[in-house]
């Protein structure tokens, strides 16, 4: 193992330092991978270079300095060498009967997580796979804890014939709020959507009337970080609204909760603490390697009741700190030493500097693409920019020639009916550099473009 883990460890850290410069979006095709299944074992150390060489061509720089797509970090190093011990130690992240290591690094990490980002010292936290896992189990929480105040117990006698939960969620809500709610057997028609205003925060005097207008248990879906503008809601009034109604108020910050970390940008997320359940990611903002995600729940007893599972065999199952009890997964990948390193290599400050610096940075993307002629239609409050190039065809025709140009990445998006380039900055080797020789790139493009 010596020696194929230290050129495995070698392989990567080449790719890594390789960032900065290869094209962005990989060139050619990912054809090394096919052929027959093998009939015969292979030396490790050969299938190691097969590996390598099959996947280079389609590798794409996500954590380099200059991918701006969908909202995407790039893992620090301490994360990265965390995770690779990881993998070298191949721990279960179940409970502390299979890692009192893992247990103990994912308990620190969600304290420290905890107060960075403002929640509640007394919550749960869930290491999952990321905000889609994030949701869905804040809002199986969510889904326990309203029908058992209405005198129903979901996890025994399931949705059929239980009262109506009504779901108020947000026009401007992530699609995986959807998602969460069609796995939870609520359907996506459950949905009562509330207007959202002009930076896509939900409209208070609308949350007001949609949760006036209907009576029995009711979910509200909130969000922190709007996908496409970064927008948040006003959370302080929002939980205060929800609360009156006997509600349970979701928070969706997969990136957007980082905010809070960062003291210039923490009045966007007053009152946060007021929520019963919050979804976050590792992998986006805190640059963390895939996969990770946080959720965390005001009320731990009930995380743990929504979640848990019960088996004669499961050594330390029932406690409400067993970490099987508070993730979708039962055995899974200890994901809490990596977190516990990033937090560990950035501090308080680092973190704080980071989420600022990648604000800072979109303020000046959007600023020189808008003195090159470029329209930005959000108000830039963190790290997503939205561009137009004119009408939906010239915007779409300079997306894809910046994909195809390789200087940097990212994607499109349609917001309010028009089409949109959508830059995230999120990655914390990105510099000023950096941002400047996209701007260029993209406005040359533009200048190109029909
Ligand atoms: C607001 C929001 N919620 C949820 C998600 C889904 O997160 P993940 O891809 O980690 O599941 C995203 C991803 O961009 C997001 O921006």
Redesign the pocket.
């Known amino acids: 193992m010596r020696d194929l883990l230290a050129r495995a460890a070698e392989l990567a850290a080449a790719y890594r330092a390789s960032l900065a410069e290869r094209p962005v979006a990989p060139g050619g095709g990912c054809t090394g991978f096919g052929g027959p299944l093998p009939r015969n074992p292979s030396p490790p150390s050969e299938v190691l270079e097969e590996l390598a060489r099959a996947a280079e061509p389609g590798l794409v720089a996500t954590a380099g300095p200059r991918f701006f797509g969908?909202?995407v970090g790039g893992a620090l190093p301490a994360a990265t060498a965390a995770d690779v011990l990881v993998a070298g130690w191949d721990q279960n992240g179940f409970n502390a009967v299979l890692s009192p290591a893992a247990a103990a690094a994912e308990e620190a990490a969600g304290a420290w997580l905890k107060e960075l980002l403002r929640l509640p010292a007394t919550a749960s936290t869930g290491f999952v796979t990321?905000?889609?896992?994030a949701?869905t189990v804040g809002l199986a929480a969510a889904r326990h804890h309203v029908l058992a105040e209405a005198g129903w117990d979901v996890e025994r006698d399931g949705l059929t014939g239980a009262p109506r939960v009504r779901v108020v969620a947000s026009e401007e809500r992530?699609a995986?709020i959807d998602r969460a709610l069609r796995l939870l057997g609520f359907g996506t028609r459950a949905v009562e959507p509330v207007a959202a205003g002009p930076q896509g925060a939900i409209d208070l005097d609308a949350l007001e009337s949609t949760l006036a207008a209907g009576t029995g248990p009711v979910i509200v879906c909130l969000?922190a970080?709007n996908?496409n503008t970064g927008a948040c809601d006003d959370l302080r009034a929002a939980c205060e609204l929800t609360h009156r109604h006997g509600g349970w108020a979701h928070v969706?910050g997969?990136?957007?909760l980082w905010a809070a970390a960062n003291p210039a940008t923490a009045a966007l997320l007053d009152g946060v603490e007021l929520a019963d359940s919050w979804?976050c990611?590792g992998?986006?903002w805190l640059n963390v390697p895939y996969d990770s995600?946080f959720v965390f729940c005001a009320r731990p007893a009930v995380h743990a009741e929504a979640i848990a599972y019960r088996a004669a065999y499961l050594v330390g199952a029932g406690e409400v700190s067993g970490m099987g009890d508070l993730t979708l997964e039962s055995s899974r990948r200890a994901r809490g030493f990596a977190v516990w390193a990033a937090l560990r290599e950035l501090g308080r400050d680092g973190v704080a500097e980071l989420v600022d610096r990648c604000c800072r940075l979109a303020r000046r993307f959007a600023a020189a693409l808008a003195d090159g002629g470029a329209e930005i239609a959000n108000d830039v409050v963190l790290n997503q920019v939205l561009v137009s190039f004119g009408d939906d065809a010239r915007t779409d025709a300079v997306t894809a020639a910046v994909q195809r140009d390789g200087t940097c990445w990212l994607g499109g998006t349609t917001w309010r009916g028009r089409r949109y380039l959508r830059i995230s900055v999120s990655n914390w080797t990105t510099t000023e550099a950096d941002v400047d020789r996209s701007a260029a790139a993209i406005l040359r493009l533009a200048g190109s473009a029909p």
């Open positions: 969908f909202v990321g905000g889609q896992a949701n992530h995986t969000q970080g996908v969706d997969a990136f957007g979804a990611d992998h986006k995600g």
